[in-house]
């Protein structure tokens, strides 16, 4: 017997600069600040009640889930375990990515944004978007044993084009209001994906463990990111779009050189080839190695720019931003 679909949607996020401030414990230590904004694709979680026990199924898993048919302690068996934590133990969740998973957008954040907003409506639990932001970052770092920063699910939950800080406990977002300056970036924005990121985990992990040590050089070029990043709230203020585009590629170059797996010869050569071109700013997003560069280029450059990248990746795409987080669809 099946009863209604509740269905919710979570935007990706794109990260303009200072990734990498949000995470612990330089964020604890020295203050994160990132310039960040949701885009219109994101990850859709349906649940559809029955009376069967709970079943996973998603087209990036290409494998369905059942409670009880799997022992291994994967994503899917802990989103299992948390739906059953809070007294959901039938029915039918089918999870559709509008991207490749593991591709620095923060598809882990959407996801668990996502779930967790299903699970506070089939409560009929009413939560803010602090609220929201603070528990999915709290599950995805201690009960899914994720490393990330804050940005993600605070991003993701909030929605919109924004700057954002973090001080200890305490979280800032202070958005872009001017519709001006959506519309311009909007028109030059370009997704190229490298592959999907298997490392990134691991290189956040070498980034924790030099800023628990100190090390000198790491601690040096986070604060330098920080800085972009603040730089970078001011250049949009005032609408310096050269400056912004300039910003872009010193965070990247200062990013690059916080591990030697942050980028790779296939990152670099997409840069390069779209800088050749005449884009305007390059970089990778998210943790690293692999995963989608964000490319900007002036419209006329923009459509040569994306046939070109078809030849070196299978994934290419325009993007735009969006106002809006986390939500149930009605």
Not at 15 to 39: K, L, R
Not at 131 to 145: I, K, M, S, T, V
Request: proline share 2%; charged share 25%.
């Amino acid at each position: 017997m099946t009863g209604k679909n509740t269905l919710a949607f979570s935007p990706l996020r794109v990260s303009f600069a200072g990734g990498g401030t949000d995470i612990s414990p330089f964020v604890e230590d020295y203050g994160g600040s990132v310039v960040n904004s949701t885009i219109e694709r994101g990850v859709f979680v349906t649940y559809r009640e029955d009376s069967y026990p709970v079943e996973i199924s998603s087209r990036d898993f290409l494998k369905t889930f059942v409670l009880g048919n799997h022992e291994e302690n994967n994503v899917q068996n802990k989103i299992i375990e948390l739906m059953g934590e809070f007294g959901i133990r039938t029915g039918r969740i089918f999870i559709s990515d509008e991207v490749p998973p593991g591709s620095g957008l923060g598809s882990s954040s959407a996801l668990i944004t996502a779930l967790l907003m299903i699970i506070h409506e089939l409560r009929g639990e009413e939560i803010s978007r602090m609220e929201l932001a603070e528990e999915a970052y709290r599950r995805e770092r201690d009960f899914f044993g994720i490393t990330l920063g804050k940005q993600d699910p605070y991003a993701i939950s909030f929605g919109g084009f924004k700057f954002m800080e973090f001080k200890g406990n305490k979280v800032r977002a202070e958005y872009f209001k001017a519709n001006a300056i959506s519309e311009y970036i909007d028109e030059r924005m370009l997704l190229v994906y490298s592959g999907r990121t298997r490392e990134s985990s691991a290189i956040l992990g070498d980034q924790v463990s030099k800023s628990k040590t100190g090390d000198h050089e790491t601690i040096k070029r986070l604060l330098e990111m920080k800085n972009i990043a603040e730089q970078m709230q001011k250049a949009l203020m005032q609408s310096d779009f050269q400056l912004f585009y300039n910003l872009i590629n010193q965070g990247w170059n200062v990013k690059k050189n916080l591990g030697k797996n942050v980028s790779s010869e296939k990152i670099e050569a997409i840069i390069t080839r779209s800088i050749s071109m005449g884009a305007k700013a390059a970089r990778l997003l998210g943790g690293g190695n692999q995963g989608f560069v964000l490319i900007m280029a002036e419209p006329e450059k923009l459509t040569s720019i994306q046939m070109e990248m078809t030849k070196i990746s299978t994934f290419v795409t325009r993007i735009s931003t969006s106002p809006l987080g986390t939500r149930i669809i009605k």
